[in-house]
């Protein structure tokens, strides 16, 4: 079965707003990361967020996760054009042997 | 900062013909791992090397596929008879996995390849 699966939404949204996607996983974790990927281009990490850990934040990002429903979350805040990318979460599982399973990803537009 | 670099950036093939992809890690990482993305799928998992051998390989890593770390610095992927579904985007990634970085993987810019 397949990790880290988003929600498969295209956001849409004006500079400014703020952006949330969800992903969500199927079996225990050490950590889940997300990642950023800009049209045909290399994975950027953006965070990375332990089992233990409910919430985290860098700069505009906030990810939370909740492990009884085996789900995360990712919000951007104050969005840029810059921030127009595909988002992906990948999940590290408890005893997968440290390779990481990505889910299908969400593409955010952001509106100038 | 250090990044993971892969060269080259775009591969065109003839289909049975060998191919070797070059990822350079970041330098202080003892961990490395292909990927692959076909076009408009999700990213997918092929193997893990640690201290000169594989750690984990997928189902789609199969014969046609090694890798090699053949100095201090490369590690790269051989693809022995290219198939058409062998065209896909090939992520390098590296980790330190100490207890501070827990894993975090840091992914090169990709080498896409192409089998006509």
């Known amino acids: 079965s397949q990790q880290g699966e988003e929600d498969p939404q295209a956001l849409s949204i004006q500079e400014g707003e703020n952006a949330t996607m969800n992903c969500s996983y199927k079996t225990s974790i050490n950590n889940l990361q997300w990642y950023r990927q800009n049209s045909g281009r290399g994975l950027v990490h953006l965070i990375l967020i332990r089992s233990n850990e409910r919430e985290k934040h860098s700069g505009r990002l906030r990810v939370t996760l909740d492990t009884s429903k085996k789900s995360s979350s990712l919000l951007i805040t104050a969005s840029r054009a810059a921030d127009t990318a595909s988002y992906f979460c990948?999940?590290?599982?408890?005893?997968?042997?440290?390779?990481?399973?990505f889910g299908k990803g969400n593409q955010v537009v952001v509106i100038p | 900062e250090p990044e993971v670099t892969q060269t080259p950036s775009h591969q065109v093939t003839q289909m049975g013909q060998e191919v070797i992809l070059r990822c350079v890690p970041i330098?202080?990482?003892?961990?490395f791992y292909w990927y692959r993305q076909i076009l408009g799928q999700k990213v997918e998992f092929l193997v893990s090397f640690y201290n000169n051998e594989i750690s984990e390989k997928s189902e789609i890593f199969d014969d046609q596929f090694s890798v090699e770390r053949p100095d201090g610095s490369n590690f790269t992927l051989k693809i022995r008879s290219t198939k058409l579904e062998d065209s896909a985007m090939y992520f390098c990634?590296?980790?330190?996995?100490?207890?501070?970085?827990?894993?975090?993987?840091?992914f090169g810019p990709g080498t896409r390849l192409t089998v006509l």
């Open positions: 990948a999940t590290d599982a408890l005893y997968g042997n440290n390779r990481l399973a």
């Open positions: 330098s202080n990482h003892l961990y």
């Open positions: 990634a590296s980790s330190a996995r100490t207890i501070a970085s827990y894993n975090e993987q840091f």
